[in-house]
């Protein structure tokens, strides 16, 4: 089945350490998503990719890192510079054309908490 | 500021009970709306792509809309299955990017 993985479910670290969030997908999109999630809030946008090597901040960049080297994956590290890590994390997917961005696909999520 | 606000925050129905939830935005053109429902834990699951003004689209109980200015998602006879947040986003004619911007959702409970 094609779709978008995230792992781990839950993380748990201490306050000061780096963590790599990862996602994974197999629906052959270019463009990829990190989004963050907290309550009341709606999902603000990490950083996004639209092709291979290439990225760009969003809304919220700061205290985080992205990589894109291969297609199918596009890892979220969240560094101890992030002030309030904290949340719920959500990858995405979705084809793009022409400036014309189409529905995004979501994962599971991954709920990061420090301490 | 580009924004999109959606309303009401929180909506409880008893089954059966029809309503509509609200979407506005105030970006300068649209070149897509969008939306999804999310159950608690979970990632957003798409329902919706709106392009232009006017246009419909139907899945089930739901019905989304489009007008210049606002989109509305109307539930028909909703079951306590429809509970979950519903969000709605927008893409801006020449922004430039790939990059949507989010509402903060409305968290339909519906009661049996």
């Known amino acids: 089945d094609g779709g978008i993985t995230q792992s781990p479910k839950y993380l748990f670290r201490k306050e000061g350490q780096n963590v790599t969030l990862s996602c994974e997908q197999n629906?052959?999109?270019?463009?990829m998503y990190w989004y963050r999630q907290d309550p009341g809030q709606g999902l603000r946008l990490i950083y996004y990719?639209?092709?291979?090597?290439?990225?760009q901040k969003g809304d919220i960049a700061e205290g985080y890192s992205v990589s894109r080297e291969k297609k199918e994956s596009f890892p979220l590290t969240v560094t101890s510079a992030q002030k309030n890590p904290t949340a719920f994390y959500l990858c995405?997917?979705?084809?793009?054309?022409?400036?014309?961005?189409?529905?995004?696909?979501f994962g599971p999520g991954t709920r990061l908490t420090v301490t | 500021e580009d924004q999109v606000t959606q309303s009401p925050e929180a909506l409880r129905l008893q089954e059966g009970e029809s309503s509509s939830l609200n979407c506005s935005y105030t970006?300068?053109?649209?070149?897509?709306l969008f939306w999804y429902r999310q159950d608690p834990g979970k990632g957003p699951e798409f329902l919706f792509t709106?392009?232009?003004a006017g246009e419909e689209k139907e899945k089930e109980r739901l019905k989304a809309t489009l007008t210049k200015k606002e989109s509305f998602l109307h539930i028909t006879a909703p079951k306590p299955e429809d509970s979950a947040t519903y969000l709605c986003?927008?893409?801006?004619?020449?922004?430039?990017?790939?990059?949507?911007?989010f509402g903060t959702g409305t968290r339909l409970k519906v009661l049996a």
């Open positions: 990719s639209q092709i291979v090597n290439d990225f």
């Open positions: 986003a927008v893409q801006e004619v020449g922004s430039g990017t790939y990059k949507y911007i």
């Open positions: 995405a997917s979705s084809i793009t054309a022409w400036g014309t961005l189409y529905e995004q696909y």
């Open positions: 970006v300068s053109g649209l070149r897509g």
């Open positions: 709106l392009y232009s």
């Open positions: 629906l052959n999109h270019d463009a």
